[in-house]
Antibody, heavy 113, light 112 residues
């Protein structure tokens, strides 16, 4: 069955960086794009953008054009979200999603000094 | 960006009852390819969103027929009949027609 398994929770200080992984299984990784979605505590879902898993080309929504990097390790069927120069407002759960229907379990990122 | 306006913000429903959620988009969601990329999700507490309806009215695999989607253009509705305890959570509409994709703010379904 199709599964997206994300890496575990992160606790970081402002200014640090982190990289979240999203490992796909149960389908051919390069057949479908990977999307990323942010959910701040107690808030709704915010679309961050997507990465073409065939070409590796990322496309970011306006709020995520700075400090956010989507990447791939195709041989490992894994997508990554890197966040640089972390800010308090980056505290959120981040989801990867494929084919609209399949979502990772979410990775909680907490940024606090 | 396309604004997705969901109403109401919250709903109180009795078990076994029926209810509906409205989602309106700030522009038509009909894509140039003729499809309308409007989806409905349910997010239960502590879980990832789960797809209920895709392209306006198609139930995703395993979704009970108590859930139905309808609408066209800019006006869409999710109906839930015979509400069960597992239906409680936050419902989101989502459009994938215009980039960037956008979500509604969510409708919280609670028990009366």
């Amino acid at each position: 069955q199709i599964q997206l398994v994300q890496s575990g929770p992160e606790l970081k200080k402002p200014g640090e960086s982190l990289k979240i992984s999203c490992k796909a299984s149960g389908y051919t990784f390069t057949d479908y794009a990977m999307q990323w979605v942010k959910q701040a505590p107690g808030k709704g879902l915010q679309y961050m953008g997507w990465i073409n898993t065939q070409t590796g080309k990322p496309t970011y929504a306006d709020d995520f054009k700075e400090r956010f990097v989507f990447s791939l390790e195709t041989s490992a069927s894994t997508a990554y979200l890197q966040i640089n120069n972390l800010k308090n407002e980056d505290t959120a759960t981040y989801f990867c999603a494929s084919r609209v229907a399949y979502w990772g379990q979410g990775t909680l990122v907490t940024v606090s000094s | 960006d396309v604004v997705m306006t969901q109403t109401p913000v919250s709903l109180s429903v009795s078990l076994g009852g029926q209810t509906s959620i409205s989602c309106r988009s700030s522009q038509s969601l009909v894509h140039s390819d003729g499809n309308t990329y409007l989806y409905w999700y349910l997010q239960k507490p502590g879980q990832s969103p789960q797809l209920l309806i895709y392209k306006v009215s198609n139930r995703f695999s395993g979704v009970p027929d108590r859930f139905s989607g309808s609408g066209s253009g800019t006006d869409f509705t999710l109906k839930i009949s015979r509400v069960e305890p597992e239906d409680l959570g936050v419902y989101y509409c989502y459009q994938g027609t215009h980039y960037p994709n956008t979500f509604g703010a969510g409708t919280k379904l609670e028990l009366k």
